[in-house]
């Protein structure tokens, strides 16, 4: 699960709304005092982010909610970046190559960057960095993905990785704010964590936990200034909130998720943007038991759910229908290798006769209450669909804790989850589907053929012929439809119309902010 | 009062009520509440509450759908009413249990005194202690979702009123002095509690029963609305508040009008409970 946040503000604030009998939704809906607008008087100015949970932890490597991925983003800077479409781009290493046998890299690093306290980056920081996180003791998230590299060696300007085989995803590991560069000194005196102190856009300021964040802009950031002077980042935990404040030019932008709250955003101060994201929406089967561990049962309940139909209920149409693959740089028709037409029930009904269960079946559904707020109004659209085969789901809606724990231990029949994406495919898959990594058991499937898919898909270099393997791997997952894939998740940014330059990405990175201007 | 028999009900109860302006309301709106949940009971609704209609998603009320559909094309009006049938059940369960155990234990308290009074008193200051809305939660938290869970926990939350309402009473009863004569007379203390104690508590309880039924009601909706009460996709009317809360500028009628029938409820019961206890107090005139 990709997505942590704290839902008890939300039920607090949901509670007070309903004992005072209030039916309007701005109940708790912020007043900043004008002094908050631009305290420093300098130009540039401002730019205030509302979004509903805080940030959790300070060291890069150990960030989990994507509320700190997105802030210590703006801090830090990583080896590799992506551009808008998922594309490889340099960041802090100027330029890299690939050793031809590809078991090592040799990337050229920018020279002249320093960090935030005056200290010059150097490969020096780049070896210790990494190899702070191939450490099992620094507990990184993304520090599986570096298994591959036995050695990093740092010469000059050079940073060598050698490699036990050759690894595709690992470049696009390397963009992964778990994996940004620290530097050298603070690692060996033990202040990552502490004090954030990056060479990324905006330098740390200061943060009223549950309140305010403040960054402010590092004016000596080596692909140009920020243009805005601050940028604070306050905590609303309802979102119904945020869309009031939004409206009432409180503030420059306002990240939702539940896309009713984005549809009362209107008004001449805002303006919503829904953008796709590479998490995607998804029914997760439990294979290993019961009428699902025959393959018709499964694949006559990825028949009969019609994920458009979904998508208009639940996202008002916005919501774009996926495959398994969700990185923008591959992209596949998503249900061409389906056993049938998706909603169709007919064929549906006859698979299912096929499976031994012609008058259907009962599935325990868990859903999360809180956070994930859509993922109750998506199993009933997918309960009413699948009645029609007589799939009965039974709806379990726990809390994000209880939840999160019985999926990880495969506590379930069906699992209505939003599962977090990558701009590289081996990355979303490897840690589901290839034998003994982290998440086999909420999976609730496994076979040979996707393990071998995925290993061969991360050993070849050439994208062309990454793009026929995981081409091969979303045929293999949609025709034995361990799950039934949805649609990809939608963030919706509400854009005042004082910001400019502002931009979505997919990864849910804010990295436009340090190109984006409020002008007043 | 403490020197007489109880009191002889001279007109009928129902006759008392309906001369009550307040409780003729709370009787008119009360039974058009529980027609409309018998109706949905039933199953004589034009629509079926879960029945999702891709087609006619967010419609606004019109003839074939008087309050509207809701964000699944489902009907609001037929989602309304099995929504105050499922908290009007959940509401009676909840106060038949309070009042039956709330009762019994007050009026065995405020009788019998001592050492059982001191307990069960101290208990119900305990569980008074708590705020209601919060006590609910904690309960249902506890015991897991669902109506029967909900029920329980609105009973636990209401008994230790019922046991004050009818413990006072029988402290000032059980000093009367057709009380003592009776004992004097020899009898025993079963047929004290049910000739004498009794009648004297019935009215204030039967009072207090269609107050909590309202409150009952809120309750439920509030713990629906936070998630913990009836589940979805079976209707309650918190929960379709709850479910509706963001839909507000887009599609009013989604809120509107469960939100409107919890108020309705909830009026209705407590106009009831007015004219009761008008109808019911000896020291409201000789009507």
Same mark, same amino acid.
């Given at each position: 699960m990709s997505m942590k946040r704290r839902s008890w503000h939300r039920a607090a604030c949901a509670a007070s709304l309903l004992l005072t009998a209030?039916?309007?939704?701005?109940?708790c809906s912020p007043t900043p005092s004008?002094? @908050?607008? @631009?305290? +420093?008087?300098?130009?540039?100015g401002r730019l205030t982010v509302a979004r509903t949970g805080d940030i959790e932890q300070l060291d890069p490597a150990r960030a989990t909610a994507f509320q700190s991925v997105q802030t210590l983003g703006l801090v830090y800077d990583t080896l590799v970046d992506t551009d808008d479409s998922g594309e490889l781009v340099p960041g802090l290493a100027e330029k890299w190559q690939v050793a031809p046998d590809g078991k090592a890299v040799e990337l050229t690093l920018r020279e002249g960057v320093k960090f935030h306290d005056g200290t010059p980056f150097t490969a020096a920081d780049a070896k210790a960095t990494l190899e702070r996180n191939m450490a099992?003791?620094?507990? +990184?998230?993304?520090?599986s993905y570096l298994a591959n590299i036995t050695a990093v060696e740092a010469d000059g300007a050079t940073l060598t990785l050698t490699l036990k085989q050759p690894d595709a995803s690992l470049l696009t590991a390397l963009t992964y704010t778990g994996n940004a560069m620290l530097a050298k000194k603070d690692i060996d005196a033990g202040t990552v964590g502490k004090k954030p102190n990056g060479t990324g856009p905006f330098r740390w300021r200061k943060w009223k936990q549950n309140q305010r964040l403040e960054l402010a802009a590092n004016?000596? !950031?080596? &692909?140009g200034a920020p243009k805005v002077s601050t940028v604070e980042f306050r905590v609303i935990p309802d979102e119904a909130s945020i869309a009031s404040g939004m409206q009432a030019g409180s503030f420059d932008l306002g990240i939702l998720s539940d896309p009713a709250v984005a549809k009362?955003?209107?008004?001449?101060?805002a303006a919503v943007t829904a953008q796709p994201t590479l998490a995607y929406h998804v029914l997760q089967l439990? =294979?290993?038991?019961?009428?699902?561990?025959?393959p018709e049962a499964r694949q006559a309940i990825a028949c009969a759910v019609d994920r458009q139909e979904i998508a208009d209920a639940v996202y008002f149409g916005q919501a774009k229908v996926t495959g398994p693959i969700t990185s923008p740089a591959y992209p596949y028709d998503?249900? &061409? =290798?389906?056993?049938?037409?998706?909603? @169709?029930t007919a064929a549906a009904k006859a698979l299912l006769k096929k499976a031994g269960y012609p008058d259907g079946f009962e599935l325990k559904t868990i859903t999360m209450t809180g956070? !994930?707020?859509?993922s109750t109004n998506i199993a009933q659209v997918l309960q009413a669909q699948l009645k029609k085969i007589g799939v009965t789901l039974e709806l379990e809606r726990q809390q994000t804790n209880v939840y999160v724990d019985n999926w990880m231990k495969g506590k379930f029949d069906a699992a209505v989850a939003l599962n977090g994406g990558s701009v590289d495919p081996y990355l979303i898959y490897n840690r589901y589907?290839?034998?003994?990594?982290?998440l086999t058991v909420p999976a609730g499937y496994d076979s040979p053929r996707l393990d071998e898919l995925l290993a061969a898909a991360n050993l070849t270099t050439d994208k062309t012929d990454r793009t026929a393997r995981f081409d091969d791997l979303q045929k293999e997952l949609l025709g034995q439809s361990p799950w039934v894939w949805l649609f990809a998740n939608q963030v919706y940014y509400a854009v005042?119309?004082?910001?400019?330059g502002f931009k979505a990405l997919p990864t849910e990175s804010l990295e436009y902010l340090g190109k984006a201007t409020v002008g007043r | 009062m403490t020197t007489q028999a109880p009191r002889a009900r001279h007109d009928p109860l129902t006759r008392g009520v309906w001369h009550d302006r307040n409780g003729r309301a709370g009787t008119i709106l009360t039974a058009a509440l529980l027609l409309a949940c018998l109706t949905a009971a039933a199953g004589?609704?034009?629509?079926?509450?879960?029945a999702q209609d891709p087609t006619t *998603?967010? *419609?606004?009320?019109?003839?074939?759908h008087w309050f509207g559909t809701d964000q699944f094309g489902r009907d609001v009006l037929a989602r309304t009413l099995t929504g105050i049938a499922a908290s009007l059940r959940v509401a009676a369960v909840a106060v038949a249990c309070a009042a039956l155990i709330g009762s019994f234990l007050g009026v065995l308290a405020g009788y019998v005194r001592g050492r059982l009074d001191a307990v069960v008193s101290r208990l119900a200051d305990i569980l008074f202690a708590f705020p209601a809305i919060l006590l609910a939660l904690a309960i249902v938290a506890a015991l897991g979702q669902g109506w029967f869970n909900t029920a329980v926990a609105i009973a636990v939350v209401y008994t230790p009123i019922f046991l004050r309402v009818a413990r006072g009473p029988t402290l000032s009863v059980r000093e009367a002095e057709y009380v003592k004569a009776a004992k004097v007379l020899g009898y025993g203390p079963a047929r004290i509690l049910l000739r004498h104690v009794v009648p004297n508590v019935s009215a204030p309880v039967v009072v207090q029963t269609t107050l909590a039924l309202s409150w009952a009601i809120l309750t439920e909706s509030g713990l629906s609305f936070l998630g913990l009460g009836t589940q979805p996709p079976q209707p309650s009317l918190g929960l379709m508040v709850s479910e509706a809360r963001n839909l507000l500028t887009e599609a009013w009628w989604t809120l509107a009008f469960p939100a409107a029938l919890i108020v309705v409820a909830v009026v209705a019961l407590n106009l009831l409970g007015d004219g009761l206890r008008a109808a019911l107090d000896p020291r409201e005139g000789t009507r």
């Open positions: 209030t039916l309007t939704a701005s109940a004008d002094d @908050d607008k @631009d305290p +420093s008087g300098k130009g540039g099992k003791e620094t507990g +990184s998230v993304v520090g004016s000596a !950031y080596f &692909a009362q955003v209107t008004g001449a101060k439990n =294979a290993r038991k019961g009428p699902l561990a025959k998503p249900t &061409a =290798a389906l056993p049938c037409e998706p909603g @169709d956070e !994930y707020s859509t589907f290839t034998k003994g990594a982290s005042g119309t004082d910001l400019k | 004589l609704l034009p629509y079926d509450p879960l *998603r967010l *419609r606004a009320p019109s003839a074939a």
